[in-house]
């Protein structure tokens, strides 16, 4: 049965992208645009959960968060401000590209097609690199003090954004949403020792000159037919014809976001669903620069 595990967490997580239909980029625009931070308050929800399982397991069975990570420096900047750029530009983060093909936006292929292209570029450049490090959350050194810090900030972060809600306020059935269920199935990977997202498949696929181990392609497989089942059934999937500007934004957009991720650990996914709410230095600064820069593209541009 444990065999199964990760092809049952990927395709779970595949369905649940879908559903969820939410990503940095429609969280900042629905706030910007609209004035509406339901769409931010369902990532929140999705750090609650992650602080919650990584500090009992911590607690419990002394779970260690080291992640590899890159010094900080401007490149940490630099490398928020392309996966902003990125994703505004593809008017979807990486994640909420795979979103949008399983609503039969089929133009979104392109964005993982350009990241490919650009990750593969990059290492043919002769460009310095920030300096590989080893980091580790607070929650490690201090579980308890990291959660009642982490819980403290959450809860007034709920009752900033709740009095500009203009849906039904906070509930606890708005606590469990499949942006959480995407976040814990992340988390339960790592914690499988199958450390896995689409972003990093793309990445490691074009660094190793398009090799990659055939179980890594097969769960690439599953949670991409995940979405696009999620969609039909669901009946969200409504096929929508190719267009050039379309496909020319996706791959500008999928060849910055992917340029970016190279500059720091990770990309959309692994930076939002875990080094943010880990409070893993680069991941907070990219995390802030991204949502900076995004909020004023939407504001500066539309």
């Known amino acids: 049965m444990a065999i199964f595990l990760p092809f049952l967490l990927v395709a779970v997580m595949g369905i649940s992208v879908k559903l969820a239909n939410t990503c940095l980029f429609a ?28 500090t009992a397991l911590q607690i419990t069975i002394g779970f260690n968060v080291p992640i590899k990570s890159y010094a900080v420096s401007w490149l940490s900047v630099g490398g928020g401000i392309l996966l902003g750029l990125g994703a505004y530009k593809n008017k979807a983060c990486a994640i909420g590209a795979i979103s949008k093909i ?9 964005t993982p097609i350009g990241m490919l292209i650009s990750v593969f570029v990059f290492y043919q450049l002769n460009i310095n690199r920030p300096q590989m490090t080893m980091e580790s959350s607070i929650v490690t050194q201090n579980p308890i003090a990291f959660l009642l810090i982490s819980l403290l900030s959450i809860v007034l972060l709920y009752y900033i954004l709740s009095k500009k809600n203009t849906e039904p306020k906070l509930s606890l ?40 181990s055939f179980m890594r392609v097969l769960l690439f497989l599953i949670f991409f037919a995940a979405v696009i089942l999620g969609g039909l059934y669901f009946k969200t ?13 996706c791959i500008i957009g999928g060849a910055l976001i992917g340029f970016g991720s190279q500059l720091v650990v990770g990309s959309h996914d692994t930076i939002t669903l875990y080094g943010f709410p880990l409070l893993l230095t680069t991941a907070v600064i990219v995390s802030l620069t991204n949502f900076i820069t995004i909020s004023l593209c939407i504001k500066i541009f539309g």
């Open 27 to 54: 969280a900042s625009e629905h706030l910007v645009k609209f004035k509406n931070p339901s769409k931010l308050m369902e990532v929140v929800n999705s750090w609650l959960w992650i602080i919650l399982m990584i």
């Open 102 to 110: 399983g609503d039969g936006n089929l133009n979104y292929l392109f």
């Open 173 to 212: 059935k708005q606590l469990v949403q499949p942006t959480t269920i995407v976040a814990i199935c992340f988390v339960l990977l790592i914690l499988i020792n199958t450390r896995w997202s689409y972003t990093e498949l793309i990445n490691d696929f074009a660094k190793n000159n398009f090799n990659i």
């Open 237 to 249: 999937f409504q096929f929508r014809s190719f267009k050039l500007n379309t496909i020319f934004n």
